[in-house]
């Protein structure tokens, strides 16, 4: 897969894309990444990539020329690119969405900045999209976010090691607690029955431990969750617990 980084600030990414995971996917070649200086797309002397907002108020906004210039040099070499802009005003970026990115070939993430773009940029990307309900000082981390938890996703990228099936939202659950030496930290110990080496009741207490939190923490996510009859039942006991310990 190839990953295009459209931004001002090209130093940003000097960092996250030669760590960890992101550094070791380029290395085993499953994963390109270039980043594009929006300044190489301005044609005047001052390489001027902002402007006044049109109707007053504070801040710059991106202008639109140079962005679409270099949109289009990204689709002149490659019409199968799918562009997303990062904003505050797009939609929500889910697991499902990431797994939707990770299953195409390449990606054009395009960082607004300061107040804003030119909303006519709209007609030139394929989607806007948010990392959360609040606001970045520019769309570089939001970037790092989407690259990173599309990388993850790619064949090979996390190889054996790899637990991205299982974990948080791929189920449709948050993620089961996990633990390593010492067993005792501070009078904190780990779970017994993960010292037991009985497989299939690690399986099924990972599992309640899954769903415990999640009604827990993000009750919200039980409604589009997957749940077995089992899951069912174990969860209408924690409920039942619940209630006489309120009641
Ligand atoms: N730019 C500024 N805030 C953002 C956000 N929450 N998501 C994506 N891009 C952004």
Wanted: hydrophobic residues 45%; glycine residues 8%; charged residues 25%.
């Amino acid at each position: 897969m190839r990953i295009d980084l459209l931004t001002l600030f090209p130093d940003f990414f000097a960092g996250p894309l030669t760590q960890s995971i992101l550094r070791r996917a380029q290395e085993q070649g499953a994963v390109s990444f270039r980043v594009i200086n929006l300044r190489d797309f301005t044609t005047d002397r001052h390489r001027t990539a902002d402007d006044r907002p049109f109707g007053g108020g504070p801040g710059m906004v991106l202008k639109l020329e140079p962005l679409v210039a270099a949109i289009r040099a990204v689709r002149a070499e490659d019409a199968a690119v799918w562009v997303v802009l990062l904003s505050p005003a797009g939609g929500l970026l889910t697991q499902k969405k990431v797994r939707e990115l990770a299953a195409r070939s390449h990606l054009l993430l395009v960082c607004g900045h300061y107040e804003g773009v030119d909303d006519r940029l709209a007609h030139y990307v394929d989607e806007e999209l948010s990392i959360g309900d609040y606001v970045l000082t520019g769309g570089e981390p939001a970037a790092v976010v989407v690259a990173d938890a599309v990388v993850r996703l790619l064949p090979a990228v996390l190889g054996c090691e790899g637990s991205a099936a299982e974990e948080s939202f791929q189920t449709g659950l948050l993620d089961h607690p996990h633990y390593t030496r010492p067993r005792v930290f501070e009078g904190h110990a780990v779970p017994e029955i993960l010292l037991s080496g009985d497989h299939a009741a690690v399986a099924r207490w990972r599992r309640q431990e899954a769903l415990r939190r999640t009604l827990r923490r993000r009750p919200d996510l039980l409604a589009r969750a997957a749940l077995t009859p089992a899951d069912r039942d174990f969860l209408a006991r924690l409920r039942e617990i619940s209630e006489q310990q309120d009641g």
